[in-house]
């Protein structure tokens, strides 16, 4: 029976997996953050449709890494000189030459590590992207659902998947189709995949700032903009990285 109680019942062994078989995954990933923050890097993070959520998790937000920098199909329009109707296009994120734009867009500097979440880990820009990462020698993590992406056939020319370029492969845990309720006669409901990646953007943060401690060191992290001192704390912060953090929509 489709309900609240059931999906809450059907969500927590995923969580529990996830905390199981992530850890060592969620350890190499902080590393890769923490090396590059300590070198005056940024983590620049990307995800496209429902992935952009993850993005937005680790970006600019309470409690989270000040050096973050949020890349989204958004940013064609906002950064670029692309018309704001090819936001409309439902297939855009399916064009590799998409990347080809956001990568520039972002002004990343050499010390700069990337995150690339999709839950598919096939469309062409989510690849294109990993590519053009990689080939500039920048550390990759992937966030993706591992049991989807091996199902389906990869939309990007060179015939591979985000997986298969990445550093570190975060799994989502989420099932094949994303949504764990079937319901009868075909389909199911209630996705999963925004859960355990909020989930997982937090495990990486805890582990960076973990790092820093260990180190003796005082992690950027930011102040709730709505306690007092908030402001000018995070401002103090984001001003050693003028020009490469975007605060925008």
Do not use: W
């Not at 190499?28 to 923490?34: G, K, N």
């Amino acid at each position: 029976m489709i309900s609240a109680q059931g999906y809450a019942r059907a969500v927590r062994p995923v969580l529990d997996r996830l905390l199981d078989t992530q850890a060592e995954a969620i350890g190499r990933a902080a590393d890769l953050i923490a090396a590059s923050l300590r070198a005056g890097g940024v983590l620049q993070a990307f995800g496209a449709g429902h992935s952009e959520a993850f993005a937005a998790e680790l970006v600019a937000r309470a409690g989270g890494l000040v050096p973050t920098n949020r890349i989204g199909l958004h940013d064609l329009v906002l950064h670029g000189d692309a018309p704001r109707d090819v936001l409309t296009d439902p297939k855009l994120e399916r064009d590799p030459a998409v990347a080809h734009q956001l990568y520039p867009l972002a002004r990343p500097q050499p010390a700069d590590v990337f995150l690339i979440a999709s839950q598919s880990g096939i469309n062409g820009s989510v690849v294109e992207l990993a590519t053009l990462v990689t080939g500039h020698g920048h550390p990759l993590i992937a966030v993706t659902s591992v049991a989807h992406t091996a199902r389906v056939a990869p939309r990007h020319p060179s015939g591979r998947r985000l997986a298969e370029l990445a550093d570190v492969v975060l799994d989502n845990g989420a099932p094949y189709g994303d949504a764990l309720l079937p319901l009868e006669g075909g389909g199911a409901v209630c996705a999963v995949s925004s859960v355990t990646s909020a989930l997982l953007a937090q495990l990486v943060t805890a582990e960076v700032v973990r790092r820093f401690h260990q180190a003796g060191e005082v992690p950027p992290i930011y102040l709730s903009a709505n306690v007092p001192g908030g402001d000018a704390h995070n401002l103090a912060l984001e001003s050693r990285y003028a020009g490469r953090l975007r605060r925008t929509a």
